[in-house]
């Protein structure tokens, strides 16, 4: 296995099981989401069937796909179309979330934290695998 490999196996999983943690939010009682609101400085947690859904699915969609990240770092030269689909799509989330947070009057330090990171990370991963490609 080249440094590559190890790299990128290790990044899928550090990134992936991230991800997974937002595997608690799906069940997480709305009191703690109303808490958690407040301490971000976002004021009271417009509860709502609509909000709730939201939150919950949101959670287990990057659950679902920190789970991906962590299968496909098993084996990062067999799975390569999916590091590849991962990495472009997670390109393409980040540039969105940038964006979004933008559109949306996210505070300064969340749109830092969101957008720009995954853009890089997922911009790394794609590298990784290019130049594990031209071995």
């Not at 080249?2 to 991800?19: A, D, H, N, P, S």
Request: proline content about 5%.
């Amino acid at each position: 296995m080249t440094v590559y490999e190890t790299l990128l196996k290790w990044i899928l999983r550090l990134v992936g099981c991230t991800l997974m943690l937002a595997a608690f939010a799906v069940g997480m009682p709305e009191r703690w989401m109303a808490l958690a609101h407040q301490a971000l400085g976002f004021g009271s947690f417009p509860s709502s069937p609509v909000m709730e859904y939201l939150a919950r699915s949101a959670s287990t969609l990057y659950a679902m796909r920190g789970a991906l990240m962590v299968l496909a770092s098993l084996d990062v030269r067999r799975y390569a179309p999916l590091v590849a689909f991962l990495g472009i799509s997670g390109c393409i989330f980040g540039v969105v979330m940038l964006l979004v947070d933008l559109e949306a009057g996210m505070p300064v330090w969340w749109t830092l934290v969101e957008g720009p990171p995954v853009l890089t990370t997922n911009l790394l991963v794609l590298g990784l695998l290019w130049k594990i490609r031209q071995l």
